[in-house]
């Protein structure tokens, strides 16, 4: 079993900055892709951004030049490092890993940060 456990969301002013970290946990033997996405109410899930295990990133162009996405292996934890936030940012934010665990690959969730960009 695989949990991923969330943290850094908040209320923040527009202009400011938010770190939100996403950490693994459980029987994991490696993980590939780390990825963030964001839902905000009446809305469909949008991906965010992406690192791979090499640490090739992709960005949603409305995050570009914004957003930075990062992961240290040795904690099996990724980041995402928000700046220059925008109202339309606001949303609920969750982390996603490809992790293989007892002999499975398989796609795990963390449970989403709020993160609410108003003055």
């Known amino acids: 079993q695989v949990q991923l456990a969330q943290s850094g969301g908040g209320l923040v002013q527009p202009g400011g900055s938010l770190r939100l970290s996403c950490a693994a946990s459980?029987?994991?033997?490696?993980?590939?892709?780390m990825r963030w996405y964001r839902q905000a109410p009446g809305k469909q899930r949008e991906f965010v951004a992406q690192?791979?295990?090499?640490?090739?990133?992709t960005y949603a162009d409305s995050v570009k030049g914004r957003f930075t996405i990062s992961r240290d292996n040795t904690k099996n934890t990724v980041y995402l490092q928000m700046n220059s936030l925008k109202p339309e940012d606001t949303s609920n934010y969750y982390c996603?890993?490809?992790?293989?665990?007892?002999?499975?690959?398989?796609?795990?969730w963390g449970r989403g940060t709020q993160v609410t960009v108003s003055s």
């Open positions: 690192i791979t295990s090499s640490g090739g990133t």
């Open positions: 459980g029987n994991i033997f490696s993980i590939n892709d």
């Open positions: 996603n890993m490809f992790a293989l665990s007892r002999d499975t690959w398989a796609d795990y």
